[in-house]
């Protein structure tokens, strides 16, 4: 998410804000999608205890795709934690702006 190339001399402030754009353009519309999307993938998987036709093949085709759902949704809790921080850093109280763990933010 972080282009700390062109972002090195921005100020913390910047580069919350421009991490939270990209949270909320980027990263969260895939997650939703991607999870809306492999959701029904994974249930239906489940739901018909899919396997391989191919006798040498993966006899429970469905654990993947239903790991594949959950990885995701790990991902969107991961995207919704560094939103958080983020929002706790740009317009939370100041005694909690360091604690945010924001990677522009400097520790007292």
Request: hydrophobic share 55%; with cysteine.
């Amino acid at each position: 998410m972080r282009v700390d190339i062109a972002l090195a001399a921005a100020r913390p402030r910047t580069q919350a804000w421009i991490e939270l754009v990209g949270c909320v353009v980027f990263a969260l519309p895939y997650c939703l999608l991607a999870i809306y999307l492999s959701g029904d993938f994974a249930w239906l998987a489940v739901k018909l205890n899919e396997h391989s036709e191919s006798a040498s093949g993966l006899p429970y085709r469905f654990v993947p795709k239903t790991f594949l759902f959950l990885g995701l949704v790990l991902l969107l809790a991961a995207v919704l934690s560094v939103m958080a921080r983020l929002v706790v850093y740009l317009f939370g109280p100041a005694h909690l702006r360091p604690r945010s763990a924001f990677a522009g933010a400097k520790a007292h």
